[in-house]
T-cell receptor, first 108, second 112 residues
Framework: AQRVTQPEKLLSVFKGAPVELKCNYS??????LFWYVQYSRQRLQLLLR??SRESIKGFTADLNKGETSFHLKKPFAQEEDSAMYYC??????????FGQGTRLTINP | ETGVTQSPTHLIKTRGQQVTLRCSSQ?????VSWYQQALGQGPQFIFQ???????GRGNFPPRFSGLQFPNYSSELNVNALELDDSALYLC???????????FGSGTRLTVV
């Protein structure tokens, strides 16, 4: 079954430390992968997608097809990065499947 | 660009009642999806509409139904409400050939 797994429900790091949010997917073929973010009292918004190979707000995500992973990384965390992060996968013009989400807290 | 707008923002209904939630998408966004997000969970796909026809459905019973209109608005209808239907309902839309959805702020439904 198509599945996106985020193994950490909660992640807490100190400001300035590196951060990595893990995401694994279970799909046959090559899904399109996304990271969405939800800041406090704001709507869910697209952070980045793997086909763009871009860096948004200092975050990058590398697709590893061998490990079926799409981990989100940032070298130096900032307090404004505190939010809920969701990994999501999309394949074949069908539904966008979300992971359970990771709540990231950046401590001062 | 006006984004995706959902109404109402909050709603309280009694078990057994029916509810209609509304969504207004951006012009050109001919695909709209609805999601249910329970507390502490990721969004769960309910169904998707493309050019006013349902073209994908998640694991939700038939009492969850929808409509999409030519003016890029859509509705989610839920009949015979159950307590477990209490959740945040999200509408998301996208233009053709772009799979990055734009989400609305959601409607918080409470069934008592």
């Amino acid at each position: 079954a198509q599945r996106v797994t985020q193994p950490e429900k909660l992640l807490s790091v100190f400001k300035g430390a590196p951060v990595e949010l893990k995401c694994n997917y279970s799909y046959s073929g090559s899904p399109e992968l996304f990271w969405y973010v939800q800041y406090s009292r704001q709507r869910l918004q697209l952070l980045l997608r793997h086909i763009s190979r871009e860096s948004i707000k200092g975050f990058t995500a590398d697709l590893n097809k061998g490990e079926t992973s799409f981990h989100l990384k940032k070298p130096f965390a900032q307090e404004e990065d505190s939010a809920m992060y969701y990994c999501a996968a999309f394949q074949g013009a069908q539904k966008l499947v979300f992971g359970q989400g990771t709540r990231l807290t950046i401590n001062p | 660009e006006t984004g995706v707008t959902q109404s109402p923002t909050h709603l309280i209904k009694t078990r057994g009642q029916q509810v209609t939630l509304r969504c207004s998408s951006q012009s050109g966004h001919n695909t709209v999806s609805w999601y249910q997000q329970a507390l502490g969970q990721g969004p769960q796909f309910i169904f998707q509409y493309y050019r006013e026809e349902e073209n994908g459905r998640g694991n939700f019973p038939p009492r969850f139904s929808g409509l999409q209109f030519p003016n890029y608005s859509s509705e989610l209808n839920v009949n015979a409400l159950e307590l477990d239907d209490s959740a945040l309902y999200l509408c998301a839309s996208r233009p053709p050939q772009d799979y990055g959805y734009t989400f609305g702020s959601g409607t918080r439904l409470t069934v008592v």
